[in-house]
């Protein structure tokens, strides 16, 4: 690796949100070193009659879920957004400041069935995920209230999740939150300075090295991204500039769920357990305004680091002065790469890559 980057300490640029994170490759020489303890695989039913999620259960305030067949999508029971507006509005003296913010919050239940992940689904089930995504993203963007749309998903209970059920959310608001806000003006800076797009230039930079990238197919790209923070981080990049979903070809639909299966299924495969971690969609704001910058992808960060039940911490230093890990991000992408080219192998598919062998 140029530079010595798998052995000595430096710095690394995210260009999407123009912050660094220290890398520190000597305290960890790979992630899997160490005790790996045995762990308890629950086996969930296909139907748990106390699951609030699950089709003909009734959810708190006595409503009762239809006996749905595909996906399903209702306003949260216990939303962190609502509809009302003024009121909250403070400002002393420019510093101590508040602003009312109206939204919407909608949970999209993935399948009728309690114990399907997206890893586990076919990726023709997965392909109505992504429809609903579409067209939840439109009916929410459209409304005069609504500036950004947040699709994500915590998976695993060491990542928040309060039910096991299979299931996203969608978080509508009036403004643009702090994450994608930053990528808004990362991205749009850099179109201005260089007149290109920023996740275009850097997509055909990770092609050419090859170091990091882990599956694709014929519309997206699986990498892990050079600036990552969590051990397994991985993004998936349209290899089309699209700013967001609705934008997506019927061919890039299916190939979208199809690396999402893909992507999960590698996951599962680390640890050998269901892989927790928080992911979701970054797209560009709903506002009628024009961002040629944006580039739509997808983001996932898995908190667990050598094993199944050790987990990296954003602690200490991270807390108190910027985010730093221990292992680099081709390492990480060299584990994941590996279990990808079997998987390849195993199921006879031709859509995984294995840059380091050469595979396109």
Known sequence: MRLELNEK??????????EWVLVS?????????GKVEETF???????????????????????????????????????ALNNEQGGNDINIDDIIISESEPGVCRVVCFSP???????????????AVVDTWIREFGELG????????????????????????????IWATRS???????????????????????????????????????????DFIAVVPFWSIWPFETMIVSK????????FTAAEKKSFAEILKGITSVYDKVFNVSFPYSAGIHQAPTDDKEYPGWHFHYHFYPPLLRSAVIKKFMVGFEMLA???KDFTAETGAEVLKKIASINMIAQGENNYTDRKEGKI
């Open 322 to 324: 910027g985010p730093q």
């Open 41 to 79: 695989t629950e086996i969930k039913p296909e139907y748990d009659p106390g699951c609030y999620l699950c089709p003909g259960n009734e959810r708190a305030g006595g409503k009762k879920n239809p006996d749905y067949e595909d996906t399903f999508v209702f306003e949260n029971d216990y939303s």
């Open 9 to 18: 300490s430096h710095r690394r640029f995210n260009p999407l949100t123009g």
């Open 25 to 33: 490759p000597h305290r960890t020489n790979r992630p899997w070193q």
């Open 142 to 169: 459209k409304r005069a209230e609504i500036n950004y749309v947040q699709i994500f998903e915590n998976k695993g209970e060491i990542m928040g999740c309060s039910n096991p059920h299979p299931h996203s959310q």
């Open 240 to 247: 089309r500039h699209i700013k967001n979903i609705s934008e």
């Open 176 to 218: 643009v939150p702090v994450e994608p806000l930053k990528e808004t003006i990362q991205q749009e800076d850099f179109l201005k300075a260089r007149n290109t797009c920023l996740l275009c230039d850097y997509l055909r930079l990770e092609t050419e090295l090859g170091e990091r990238l882990v599956i694709d197919n014929d």
């Open 113 to 127: 069935k309690h114990n399907l992940t997206l890893a586990e689904m076919e990726a023709e089930k997965i392909l």
